[in-house]
C-alpha cells in the first residue's frame, strides 16, 4: 500500500527543483544586467560630462549641454540633467535596463578643469 502513495513524488521533486533552478538563473541574469549597465551608463556619463567640460574650456560653444545630449543618444542613453557650474559641466545620464522591476540605471558626473599648483 505504502507504494502507491509515494508514486510520483518523485516527478514532483524533480520538476520543484527545475522551478528553483529558473528562479536562480534569472535572479542571476538580472543582477548581472544590472552590474553592466550601470558600468555602462557611468562610462557614458563620464564620457559626456569630460567632453562637454573639455569643449567648453577650449572653445566658445554656447550651449554646451548639446554636445552631452549628442553622446548620450550616440550610446543609446538619455540626457537627464545637464548644468554648467563655473567651469564644470555636471551630467546625469539614464540607461534601459532588461530587468523588469528596474527599468533604467542612472549615473551622475562630474568634469572641468583643475587648478595647477
Given at each position: 500500500?505504502?507504494?502507491r502513495?509515494?508514486?510520483g513524488?518523485g516527478t ?8 528553483v533552478a ?10 548581472g ?7 555602462k551608463a ?5 564620457l ?17 549641454c ?9 550610446n543609446?542613453?538619455?540626457?537627464v ?14 540607461l534601459?535596463?532588461?530587468v ?18
Amino acid at each position: 500500500m505504502k507504494a502507491r502513495l509515494e508514486e510520483g513524488s518523485g516527478t514532483i521533486a524533480g520538476a520543484m527543483l527545475v522551478m528553483v533552478a529558473a528562479a536562480a538563473l534569472a535572479l542571476i541574469a538580472s543582477v548581472g544586467n544590472l552590474l553592466i549597465c550601470q558600468h555602462k551608463a557611468r562610462s557614458i556619463a563620464d564620457l559626456a560630462a569630460f567632453n562637454t567640460a573639455y569643449a567648453l574650456w577650449h572653445s566658445d560653444m554656447e550651449a554646451p549641454c548639446v554636445l552631452a545630449n549628442k553622446v548620450a543618444e550616440a550610446n543609446n542613453a538619455v540626457m537627464v540633467e545637464c548644468e554648467v557650474i563655473d567651469d564644470d559641466v555636471r551630467v546625469v545620464m539614464a540607461l534601459a535596463t532588461q530587468v523588469p522591476f528596474t527599468p533604467q540605471v542612472t549615473k551622475e558626473a562630474r568634469a572641468g578643469p583643475v587648478e595647477c599648483d
